[in-house]
């Protein structure tokens, strides 16, 4: 591997809105020649620590344990995290995230049904999401790309993938050729942000799909 292409944001059936199985979402970050993604549930770290080990197995493919806290200042990334995150205030969330020597990013800020902007509770945090393919509007990106610049923040990028078909939509190329070079690839910037859009239905997809599992009481967290 000369250079990766590396997902930040998928999620697995353990966030309700979406219905990929863990081993199904690595099989088809494999198939699209992705090196490694980021698993990155609601407010739970259970099956991206849980498939961080099981991934091991392979050499040439790496998953990252993550989270994406609801915080009360929009949604925050935890990167590199396995111990679970209960708070909500945004503040106290990228302490918990840095405690863990984790990298924290501020997903879709700008997406006005998800995101709140970057209020003052968030400015400590490392990185800004600067494409995620739910995003409708290129708009939202730019603004949060702009931002990036501006703040001097590291950027990311992820697909934020809940259907088979949005995994790999998004993702960061970084020279490294392994996990370690990745993060520290990612750390010190040297990222290239790619990525394209996924359909307008997929998040009315994931809304049907939560409200079903709400229905039928399925396992996961939202
Ligand atoms: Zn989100
Ligand atoms: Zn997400």
Redesign the pocket.
């Known amino acids: 591997m000369t250079k990766m292409k590396v997902d930040l ?1 998928c ?1 697995t059936y353990w966030s309700k809105c979406s219905g990929l199985r863990p081993k199904y979402l690595i099989r088809l970050a494999k198939h699209k020649n992705l090196s490694g993604i980021a698993i ?1 549930d609601h407010n739970s770290v259970f099956i991206s620590k849980k498939f961080y080990r099981w991934a091991k197995k392979d050499p040439n493919f790496f998953v990252i344990p993550g989270v ?1 806290v609801s915080s009360d200042a929009g ?1 925050i990334l935890g990167l590199f995290v396995t111990e679970p995150i209960n708070t909500r205030q945004a503040a106290e969330v990228i302490d918990c995230i840095r405690e863990q020597d984790g990298i924290s990013v501020i ?1 879709h800020p700008f997406d006005p049904r998800r995101g709140k902007g970057f209020p003052d509770s968030v400015k400590r945090v490392d990185a800004i999401e600067v494409f995620n393919s739910r995003n409708v509007l290129p708009m939202f990106d730019w603004k949060a790309w702009n931002l990036a610049v501006k703040l001097r923040k590291l950027m990311t990028a992820g697909s ?1 993938a809940h259907l088979p078909f949005e995994v790999g939509n998004a993702y960061v190329m970084v020279p490294g050729s392994d996990e370690e070079d990745f993060r520290r690839d990612l750390k010190q910037g040297k990222v290239k942000i790619c990525g394209r859009k996924s359909p307008f239905f997929s998040q009315t997809v994931g809304f049907l799909s939560r409200k079903w599992r709400k229905l039928v009481n399925a396992p996961g967290i939202n």
């Open positions: 944001h999620h990155t994406e949604h997903a934020d």
